[in-house]
Structure formats: C-alpha cells, structure tokens
C-alpha cells in the first residue's frame, strides 16, 4: 500500500476516531503518570532499604510477569472477547456468563498461588537466591507477603482486561493512577516513619492490591450492561474461547520465558546485589513500554472491532497509524535512553558509582526493549485476526536458542552479556520473524511498515541525538544537565514526528486547527 492510499478520497487526512484518539491520550496520561510515579520514588526505595533489599523487589517485578502463564491465555482472551462484545458479537448474558467462569477460575488459581509460594518461601531464602547483607528469615517472610500481593494483583489483572476491552480506559486510568499514587506515596511513608523493612515495603503493598481489586470489580459491575438472568459458571462459555485461549497460553508462556529467563537465571547466578543493579536498569529500560502499551491497549480492540465489521480500509489505515505512533514516541525515548543513559542516571539518583554500575546496562537493554516494541503493533494485529499459532512456532524455536544461550554467556560475561541476548533475540523478531506475518496477513503493507513506519523515523532520531549529545559538555551541572536534555530531547521528538508521513499530518492538522480556527 502506498502512503497516498492512507488518505481518504477526498485527500483530507483520516484522522482516528474520537473514541480511539480519547483512549490513546488516557492511556498515555494515565501510564505515563504510573510510570513516573514508580521511577520517582527508586532512588528513595534504595536509599531506605538497600540496593540487595531492592533486588527482591526486582524478582518480585518477574513473579508479577510470570504470572501471565498462571491466568491460562484468560486475560487477553477476555479483552478480546469485551471488545467484539463493543462490535456486537456477543450478547449481554454470554459475555456476563464468561465473566463469571473466568472470575471463579481466577480465584481459584489465586488462592493456590499464594498457597504454593508460602510452601517455598524458605527454600527460595536459603537455596535459590545468594543473600549476603539480609536475614534469611527476613527473606523468607517476604517471599510469603510476595505470594499475596502477587495473588491479589493476579485477581486485578482479570478486571482491568475487562475495562480496557470494553473501551472504557479513561476510567481505567483514572482508577489506576489513583491507586498507584497512593500506593507508591505510602511506601515511603512506611518506610520513613514506621519501619525501613523490606517486607513491610510488601506488607502495605498487599493492602493496596486489595483495594485495587476492589475498586476495579466495582467498575466492572457498573459499566457492563447487567443482563437478563444472573450470570453464572458455564463450560459452554468457556468452550467458545479455549481455540484462542490455547493459542495465547503459548504465546503468553513463551513470551515470559524469552522476556524473564534472563532475570530469573541472574538471581540465581549473581549475587541479589548483583541482581538489584540488573533489576534496576530493567525497570529503567522498561519504562519505554509506557509509550507502546497505550497505544496497543488502544489499537487491538480497535483493530478487533474494525474485523468483526470488515472494514479493512480502516484496519490498514489504523495499522500504520498505530506503527508510526510507536515508532514516534517509544523510538525518541528510546534513543534518547540509549544515548544519554550515563547522564539521565546521574541526574535521577545523584549516585555516580549506581550510575556506572546500571547505565550501561540500560543502554542495551533500552535497545533491546525498543526491538521488542516495534513488534507490538504487528503483534496486536495478528491477534486480533485470532492468529496465535505464528507466535507460538516462532518463540518456541527462540526459546531453543535463547536458554541455552543464557546458561553459556551469562558466567562469562555476566549481566551485559545477558542484556546483549535481549537485544539479538528481538532483532531476530523484527528481521526475521515478521516476514512470515506479512506472507498471511496485509501483504502490502511489509516495507511501508519497515521503511516509513519505522526507519526512517529511527535514522532521524539517532542523528539528532547524536548531534546534541556531540555539542553537550561531558559533566553539566545538575540544572544545566536537565535542560540540556530536556532540549535534546525536545529536538529528537520533534525530528521522529516529522519523519513518520501519518505522524506529521495528523500534526499540521491539529495545529492549523488550533491556530487558524476562527
């Protein structure tokens, strides 16, 4: 497809929709806030609790991702099936009637889990992982809390799927700020002026996750039209999903294996100091999914519902609109990361040794990560045509290589090595992988989402970067630094925006409007 058929026939822009436009901005907004909200308060969690105390709150980010595996491809399949419940493929009882059979499943499996991690909490003290500064009991007991809060949270992941596949995100994020607030200002409080404990850290994280469930339930039971009977546990329900749900239980289990065996295998390995460095730079590689998942989340009820009424102008359409957007905001922030992460760290923490511990670990990993996001958009599309057995074959063979490769580089070259797999792994994805994608499904559409879409944004962004960071002095001061990446930063996005076609348009629209309107 040519960029000239992305236009309507009248050759005005097609812009997206106003619900689409409405959940996108929600979501940046709301994850955005989350994200800065987790990140701020880091540097205080460490200097309370300890870069090994931390480590456990990094294994505890790799349990909550695990735990993909455990809801059995529910959570995706119930987004799926509330956002063609929006494009009228299902009625009001059978949509309620799957609700309730997910909802007992999800208790059920919640109970066991925090269940099964108690059992083992003494083993993972003392055999797995290698404490040097923390008490073994200390430990222990924490792993206990973990296995609860990770539970709970397990139970609020069924009913923010809901929610987000219903459409209804601004109220998602609305509810998930508030709580993400409250939870991460109370964690310091707790450990300023009650106890500077790990596992009280968890404690009052366990207390929020509850309230969480709560308030998320509430807004399910009041936005999804109440149907004519009571809803009830019906295997017929269930039935109807389990193609897709099988399809996603392997996309979703492979998925955690190739994106947390790195972690789990360096928390065996290395020391959970070593391990707290590692997790650190994750969770700052990480935040870059905090500009791709709002607008998959968007996107892939939106693409589901475009199929379900067989409109496959507008599906193309959205398609590159969603990759271009990806390719904008994630792609700028992650070159950014790339080629400034010694300074944004120092900035962040003010801890020069942390920061020559983690940024270069960051600098691979946020490459790796922006890989990994090019691909959700593609991703998202191949499951909202209910084709799941693409991504199973690929990261089957990926796990064949990706394991071993683990186990063989990781005592040699230690955490970089790892963060290197990471980034060959989905490399293989975007060069290798997608092609088999694009032989099925949009045909057309292959080098206009490699060439437009995505490279050509990317070259303009790393030579923008690169230029300012040549014209930047080697040890700013802490308000000249800031601005000085602040107007970096300024100057790499503005660039990606007038690089991607549909970016730029949807741009100079809204801005003549904005300027011009009488």
Known sequence: MSIKSLHDSNGATLDLSITLKKNVLANYLGQGWRVLMSLAFVPMYIKYLGIEAYGLIGLFAMLQVSLNILDMGMKPTLGREMARFTGGAHHKQSIWNLLRSIEIISICVALLLAIGIWVISDWLATDWIQVEKLSVELVAHTFAIMGVVAALQFLESIYSSTIV???????????????????????????????????AFFLWQGLISLVTVAFFAVVVYRVLPLPPHPAHFSMDALKSIWRYAAGMIGITSLGVLLTQTDKLLLSRLLSLETFGYYALASVVAGSLYMLTGPVTAAFFPRFTELLTKGDDIGLRRSYHQGAQLVTVLMGSAAVILIVYADKL??????????????????????????????????????????????????????????????????????????????????????????????????????????????????????????????????????????????????????????SAPLIRKQLISFLSCYFYHD
């Open 345 to 498: 760290i120092q900035l962040w923490t003010g801890d020069l040794y942390l920061t020559e511990q983690v940024a270069p670990l960051v600098s691979v990993l946020a490459l790796g990560t922006l890989l990994n996001g090019l691909m959700w958009i593609p991703s998202q599309m191949q499951l909202a045509h209910g084709w799941t057995s693409l991504g199973v074959i690929i990261n089957s063979v990926t796990v064949l290589v990706f394991i071993p490769a683990i186990l063989w580089i990781v005592p040699q070259y230690g955490a970089i090595g790892a963060a290197w797999i990471w980034v060959a792994l989905n490399a293989g994805y975007v060069f290798i992988g997608i092609h088999f994608m694009y032989h099925r499904i949009l045909c057309n559409e292959k080098w206009v989402w490699y060439f437009v879409d995505i490279l050509f944004p990317l070259i303009s962004a790393s030579i923008t970067a690169m230029a300012c960071q040549f014209i930047m002095p080697d040890q700013p001061g802490l308000i000249s630094g800031i601005f000085m990446v602040l107007m970096s930063s300024l100057a790499v996005v503005v660039v990606t925006c007038l």
């Open 165 to 199: 596949g219903l459409q209804k995100q601004v109220t998602y994020n609305v509810v998930a700020s508030l709580m993400v607030t409250v939870r991460c200002l109370g964690a310091l409080g707790v450990l300023v002026w009650f106890s500077p404990t790990i596992s």
